[in-house]
């Protein structure tokens, strides 16, 4: 099958994405259709050497760059991972103490109402 017999089938109507009530797998079948006829048409290239190789030497210029900004970021993440620990410390210390505040002050109140029940007749007073 060569460009004229791809041009000279008979066109379907394509269905658009857009159109109300068409949903992905109403469109699979026309796409794969017309994946099959480019397929058949269309021949394998392969790529030049030059342009091969001038693409590993851009890749291999680029490759410093990329590894300093992956450990940029991972520099970064461990910042924010130790911000962020500090502050939890922080908020469980804060949290720790107001609890033993709490806990101490309701004791305090337990012992003050205790000591200050009447004395039971015949126990000896500490005078």
């Given amino acids: 099958m060569n460009t004229a017999d791809f041009s000279?089938?008979?066109a379907q109507e394509p269905l658009a994405a857009d159109e109300p009530g068409v949903s992905g797998p109403e469109l699979a079948p026309s796409l794969l259709a017309l994946a099959r006829r480019l397929q058949a048409v269309l021949t394998p290239v392969e790529p030049r050497p030059a342009f091969l190789a001038h693409l590993a030497d851009?890749?291999?210029a680029a490759?410093?760059?990329v590894e300093a900004a992956a450990r940029q970021k991972e520099q970064r993440l461990m910042w924010l991972?130790?911000?962020g620990g500090a502050l939890y410390l922080a908020g469980l210390g804060f949290i720790s103490v107001r609890a033993a505040q709490a806990v101490g002050g309701r004791l305090a109140a337990l012992v003050t109402a205790r000591?200050?029940?009447p004395a039971i007749r015949g126990a000896p007073t500490a005078t």
């Fill in 8 to 10: 000279a089938q008979p």
């Fill in 58 to 60: 851009q890749l291999a």
């Fill in 63 to 65: 490759r410093p760059q």
């Fill in 81 to 83: 991972a130790g911000v």
């Fill in 115 to 117: 000591g200050a029940r």
